[in-house]
């Protein structure tokens, strides 16, 4: 059998691994001329993923079986266009696909099924009647775009008006949405569906870098220590979601908003969480999302069993940088051979640009810590933070340490 994996990011690492050990052959398209994922691919082409025509093409020329991602939105999208097209396997239909990617009709399903989540507007222009009711401060997004790209926070009128026209010339569709700001801690939840019964394999904090302007994960922290009803909301929440979008046998990931009290979700994708976030629910439930995102895509359906994490408390850590060009990480693997760290990742490839941090896409690496309590947790990070460097071509130090706050 032949694959074609879209996006060459790290999750895409761990998937094209799951495929070879599988005796199917690999091929890899990716925008960029280096991605990480590169060196484990059969074949590598600089393609964009977001382009149709273009990997129809490739796909119909190469006579592959089926098309296939992991962790990304976009390329998803683009896998279930293919996919129907060719006639080729794919676990989400297009039409299906194309919803959970769009924020404006997830919205209105959320709405209309009584999925709790904040008050919003969503159009090409800005509307004064849709909009004078919402209260400020604001966030303003593209409705199909991920890695925090264009997210906006917005306190008065004119800083709306100049996000909004940003996030709608992000958009491919010319579309921006706009809701209110929901105030507390923001939790991302991983949920494989099965035989439509939802499953939630893990939940996280997601922390976010100080900054009124933008939405930059720079650490994400297991367990989620909220309420008792809190986590049952979670698990009911999921489930109306599965119900809503008619997700049979599928993974989702839910990002919501919990003051202790009630949630609120933000969005969904079908589809787990990016960045390490399939190494942390294997680590958190025993669950490999990757794994099962190739047996959907081949027919089978994988059975949940979760399992008790692998320790109390488990946190990664992700890194940027200051503008540069990357060469080289110094300290990571003595700290992972010493056991300070369980491991570290790398997201950008030798000579990438490296421009600062404004998305979840700038992030250069991260690592993985975990302890069994909050002191050895913290004397880990200590360690890590003190040893760790980002090296550019001229040798010079380019990692944000002052990212690197205390734990």
């Known amino acids: 059998m032949k694959a074609l994996v879209l996006a060459g990011g790290y999750p895409q690492i761990a998937l094209i691994q799951e495929l070879k050990s599988r005796g199917i052959k690999v091929l890899l398209a990716d925008y960029y001329p280096a991605p990480v994922a590169k060196p484990f691919a059969d074949r590598?082409?600089?393609?964009?993923?977001?382009?149709?025509?273009?990997?129809?093409?490739l796909a119909k020329n190469e006579a592959v079986d089926f098309l296939i991602t992991a962790c990304t939105d976009q390329a998803l999208l683009t896998v279930a266009k293919v996919s129907e097209t060719l006639g080729l396997p794919c676990y989400l239909d297009y039409d299906t696909a194309l919803r959970v990617t769009n924020k404006s009709y997830m919205k209105d399903v959320f709405h209309r099924f009584g999925i709790p989540t904040a008050d919003y507007f969503v159009g090409a222009q800005l509307e004064e009647e849709r909009v004078a009711g919402l209260q400020y401060p604001c966030i303003v997004k593209p409705v199909d775009c991920n890695s925090s790209k264009g997210v906006?926070?917005?306190?008065?009128?004119?800083?709306?008006?100049?996000?909004?026209?940003?996030?709608?010339?992000?958009?491919?569709?010319?579309?921006?949405?706009?809701?209110?700001?929901?105030?507390?801690?923001?939790?991302?939840?991983?949920?494989?569906?099965?035989?439509?019964?939802?499953?939630?394999?893990s939940k996280a904090y997601s922390d976010k870098i100080p900054d009124d302007d933008k939405f930059v994960i720079y650490r994400t922290r297991f367990p989620v220590e909220e309420p008792e009803a809190i986590h049952d909301m979670i698990q009911d929440t999921a489930q109306k979601i599965a119900d809503a979008f008619g997700l049979h046998n599928s993974m989702m990931l839910i990002q919501l908003i919990s003051d202790g009290q009630r949630i609120r979700v933000l969005e969904f994708s079908a589809r787990t969480g990016g960045g390490v976030k399939h190494e942390?629910?294997?680590?958190?439930?025993g669950f490999d999302v990757i794994k099962a995102v190739v047996?959907?895509?081949?027919?089978?359906?994988?059975?949940?069993?979760?399992?008790?994490?692998?320790?109390?408390?488990?946190?990664?850590?992700?890194?940027?940088c200051r503008p540069g060009v990357f060469d080289r990480l110094v300290g990571f693997?003595?700290?992972?051979?010493?056991?300070v760290i369980t491991d570290y990742f790398l997201f950008k490839w030798q000579g990438a640009k490296m421009t600062g941090a404004a998305s979840s896409g700038d992030r250069i690496a991260g690592f993985t810590l975990q302890a069994e309590d909050l002191d050895t947790l913290r004397q880990k990070y200590d360690v890590v933070r003190k040893r760790i460097k980002v090296l550019d071509a001229q040798g010079q130090d380019i990692l944000r340490h002052d990212l690197l706050g205390e734990l």
């Open 333 to 339: 693997q003595e700290l992972k051979e010493q056991g």
């Open 280 to 285: 942390l629910i294997k680590r958190v439930s």
């Open 295 to 320: 047996d959907l895509t081949l027919g089978q359906v994988p059975h949940v069993q979760v399992q008790p994490p692998e320790s109390k408390y488990i946190t990664n850590v992700f890194l940027y």
């Open 152 to 201: 906006a926070k917005v306190y008065d009128r004119q800083s709306l008006e100049q996000a909004f026209d940003n996030a709608v010339a992000l958009s491919r569709t010319g579309t921006a949405i706009v809701e209110e700001f929901v105030q507390g801690a923001e939790i991302t939840v991983d949920v494989q569906v099965e035989q439509g019964r939802a499953y939630v394999l």
């Open 44 to 57: 590598f082409y600089q393609v964009s993923t977001l382009d149709v025509e273009a990997i129809t093409e």
